[in-house]
């Protein structure tokens, strides 16, 4: 029984730590779309452009 138990016990650990790994990323990748978002904000790429 308390093999069963620590199965569980290291399951739910690394149950865990894969979650705060998968917020983790949810988080970049939000943060990274909100910058590019802002990066151009008028819909035009003006720096992609050359200026005459």
Known sequence: ???KLM???VGMFALVIAM???IG???RERR???LLRN???DG???WGR???
Do not use: N, P, Q, W
Request: charged share 30%.
């Open 50 to 52: 050359r200026r005459h």
């Open 20 to 22: 705060i790994g998968v």
């Open 1 to 3: 029984m308390s093999m």
């Open 7 to 9: 199965g569980i016990v």
């Open 39 to 41: 990066l151009d904000h």
């Open 25 to 27: 990323h949810y988080r």
């Open 32 to 34: 990274r779309a909100e």
């Open 44 to 46: 035009r790429c003006s």
